[in-house]
């Protein structure tokens, strides 16, 4: 059974800043496209099992998961809400890493 997945707006705020960084810095689509891609592609793998990730912290005695993507430096902070069978993606970290390194690590060709 698959879980549903809910993004809260601060999520989205986080994935907003992070391509309107590369927008600003680049002016790139193609790797702006890249990056929304793989961050989202990465947050639908949580629809099944979920708990396959580090317990980052808890908050009243529920865990905060953290997903760790590999490919490009970016956290996805997430909780489960069993109640409803769904995934909450709350927080999306990254760092910031300059536009060569991050057409690199997508295969953007200049």
């Known amino acids: ?6 993004v809260l707006s601060s999520a989205w705020d986080d ?4 391509l309107e960084f590369y927008d600003k810095v ?4 193609i790797l702006i ?6 961050v989202m592609q990465s947050i639908e793998t949580l629809q099944t ?3 396959r990730h580090v317990v ?3 908050r009243y005695e529920s865990p905060i998961y ?11 902070y997430y909780f489960i809400d069993h109640r409803y069978h769904t995934v909450v993606v709350a927080q999306i970290r990254h760092a910031k890493e300059n536009p060569q390194t991050a057409r690199r690590l997508f295969g953007v060709e200049d």
């Open 1 to 6: 059974m698959s879980f549903q997945i809910t």
């Open 15 to 18: 994935l907003k800043s992070l």
């Open 26 to 29: 680049s002016s790139d689509q």
């Open 33 to 38: 496209d890249r990056i929304a891609d793989y």
């Open 49 to 51: 099992f979920p708990e």
């Open 56 to 58: 980052a912290f808890y």
């Open 66 to 76: 953290k997903m760790i993507l590999t490919r490009f430096p970016i956290l996805i």
